[in-house]
């Protein structure tokens, strides 16, 4: 069990929660003496950054944007004297990708994983009713040993560097928001909730039934209750474990989300000692045969895998583009995203329960697998033996400790519908299955509603390479032919291929929905030609024509989440052109010429598409259709 709540921070009749947002005194620690120093009591100069944000592209200068190693961070914040006989906490979303917390000059916590909360309990280390310093040491440094993998180098000028096993710029610091919290010593904990629906018709269900679990720290009675949305009434119960009756329950459906506000409280007789509130959906969720079942109806997920990443904040939680992007994806069609490659800021996932939208969630279990060059190398066959290395079982451990964070944090969101495990690890080789088999059920026994899980495989996680897809609820294939092989003129050759891996996947009968959780062409938004060729708006669409078609021949392929939803930054190098150009919209969240394309196909495929393993007649959602 975690040693902290999961909960986010929020105000109600017994909490509080005070924003820390906003400009905090930042240095660099170029010779890493920020400790000998004692920078713990307060850091050097007068620089000041905004929280949160990546640090890097605010500055001028190279040395600071790809600056790895120790960054540090400095603010005051005033804890209320009316806040004793409370918990006080300080609470970052995330710290990436490991920090050390000082308050006072008193380290209270360290972290290690840069996409997930924690906590520290600084109760009896504040000053009440003064002015406290929090100082934070954030660490950017990639190893073997910590999801996302990656290494960390020296150059010959004494600078350090990281080398990402993975496609994304190595933004850091301290990239979501941080709290200032006040929970009742005896309080709510974390809380479960599992559905069961009888007579569903048309988006309701006669008797719904959430069965929970509440866990406190304390003795005092639990009481719970829920809403709808007129602020209704409609279930309540008593016990720290029970089930909520609905009667004529609203279901959370696709794109049609209906919440309800799930009041707990712990009780002294009619005292309130504490109060938490957080909006729930009523859905199920199941994977049976080739179907994806929400509410026991088929779905078809269409959609993206995405980033968190924008211009200037880089990774930084930016609310703007949270909002941009919930539009732009309803405009084009999409009703689904997974949260590629790391868990998103907590935010995203309730701005998906209210518009419906159907998250598949990440770890950061990204660059399993010894390459800068992954998505090339994988193609032609190389191999790294990754699985076989002596720090595996660190690094597993790590991996275990974020996923147990996220399914902790990410169970109670309607949105979440399955658990991405991994993203495109090295499976060729038997030394990857004792591991897959960790996670795997790990994954299984944190979840109380048993979301399916699955992990998105690399281009050589093929039907007689691959020895871990048998793990898989869902067998996720990131492909890329047609760009990565045979590209260009040989499309045809790839459209070949790419049918041939299809048809071995088929002769294996599985059983199992396949997703596509990647595929796309790089393209520039600047460059057109007739005829089209590489990089050019043309051949993206031309590229899309060929996928669709192949995902329309095979009746088990449930959804399409191209890759990706924006341009975004990436490390330098002969590969990317300022950054990975395969968005359907830039980087600045305008659309190219494919994204007309995908809203033509997307808007037309009906929810149900494929139900009941039937490749329905296909109109003019333009794909090459038989
Ligand atoms: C992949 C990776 C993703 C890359 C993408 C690409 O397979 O999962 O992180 O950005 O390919 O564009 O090469």
Not at 348 to 355: G, S, T, V
Not at 441 to 460: G, V, W
Request: glycine share 6%.
């Amino acid at each position: 069990m975690l040693e902290y709540s999961m909960l986010y921070p929020k105000t109600t009749e017994s909490r509080r929660a005070i924003s820390l947002n906003g400009m905090w005194k930042f240095c660099l620690d170029e010779k890493a003496v920020g400790e000998q120093e004692k920078w713990t009591e307060g850091i050097p100069g007068n620089d000041r950054i905004p929280v949160p944000a990546s640090f890097q592209d605010f500055y001028t200068d190279k040395d600071t944007r790809e600056f790895t190693g120790d960054v540090w961070y400095e603010t005051d914040m005033f804890v209320p004297g009316e806040w004793e006989n409370t918990q006080v906490q300080v609470r970052f979303a995330a710290a990436t990708h490991r920090a050390v917390v000082y308050v006072n000059g008193i380290k209270v916590t360290e972290h290690e994983g840069g996409f997930l909360p924690f906590t520290a309990d600084v109760t009896e280390i504040v000053r009440y009713n003064a002015s406290n310093k929090v100082v934070v040491k954030v660490n950017n440094e990639l190893n073997e040993t910590n999801i996302p993998c990656g290494s960390t180098v020296t150059l010959a000028n004494g600078k350090k560097m990281t080398k990402p096993y993975f496609d994304f710029f190595n933004y850091s610091g301290l990239q979501r928001s941080v709290h200032l919290v006040s929970v009742p010593k005896e309080s709510v904990f974390d809380f479960d909730l599992t559905y069961e629906l009888d007579g569903v018709t048309n988006g309701t269900a006669q008797t719904a039934k959430i069965s929970y679990q509440v866990q406190t720290n304390g003795e005092h009675p639990v009481f719970l209750e829920l809403f709808d949305e007129s602020g209704a009434s409609v279930a309540s119960a008593q016990g720290a474990q029970g089930v909520l009756t609905v009667s004529d329950a609203h279901l959370w459906q696709v794109r049609n989300a209906y919440l309800y506000r799930l009041v707990i409280r712990i009780m002294d007789e009619s005292l309130v000692i504490d109060e938490y509130e957080q909006e729930i959906g009523i859905r199920t969720v199941e994977v049976k045969g080739t179907e994806i079942l929400l509410n026991g109806q088929p779905v078809y997920l269409r959609g993206f895998g995405k980033h968190e990443d924008s211009d200037i904040v880089g990774r930084g939680f930016n609310i703007g583009v949270m909002k941009r992007d919930f539009e732009l994806m309803k405009w084009i069609g999409a009703n689904s995203f997974r949260t590629s490659h790391y868990p998103y800021s907590e935010e995203i996932y309730e701005m998906a329960d209210r518009e419906g939208f159907l998250v598949i969630d990440e770890v950061a279990a990204v660059g399993l697998f010894a390459s800068m060059l992954n998505f090339m190398d994988a193609s032609s066959g190389k191999t790294t033996a990754f699985f076989e290395s002596e720090t595996i079982p660190v690094l597993l451990k790590a991996h275990l400790k974020a996923l147990e964070e996220m399914i902790t944090r990410d169970k109670n969101h309607p949105c979440v519908i399955a658990w991405s495990l991994l993203n495109e690890p090295e499976t060729t080789n038997e030394a990857a299955v004792p591991y897959f088999k960790e996670v795997f059920d790990k994954a299984h026994e944190l979840d109380p509603q048993k979301r399916p899980r699955t992990y998105a495989m690399i281009m050589n996680s093929t039907p007689d390479q691959c020895k871990c897809f048998q793990f898989s609820d869902m067998i996720a294939l990131n492909r890329y032919y047609g760009w990565y092989v045979c590209g260009g003129y040989e499309i045809s050759n790839a459209e070949a291929m790419f049918r041939k891996e299809m048809d071995a996947w088929k002769a294996k009968n599985l059983n199992k929905p396949f997703l596509f959780t990647e595929y796309g062409a790089d393209t520039l938004g600047s460059e057109h030609k007739l005829p089209s060729v590489m990089w050019s708006q043309e051949y993206q669409k031309e590229y899309l024509e060929m996928v669709h078609g192949v995902f329309d021949s095979y009746d088990f392929v449930k959804g399409e989440q191209i890759w990706n939803f924006a341009d975004f930054q990436t490390w330098e190098g002969i590969m990317r052109v300022n950054g990975n150009k395969k968005g359907v919209f830039t980087r600045q969240r305008q659309p190219k010429d494919a994204a007309y394309l995908l809203k033509e196909r997307w808007t037309n495929l009906p929810l149900n598409f494929k139900a009941g393993g039937v490749v329905q007649e296909r109109r003019n959602l333009n794909g090459k259709f038989s």
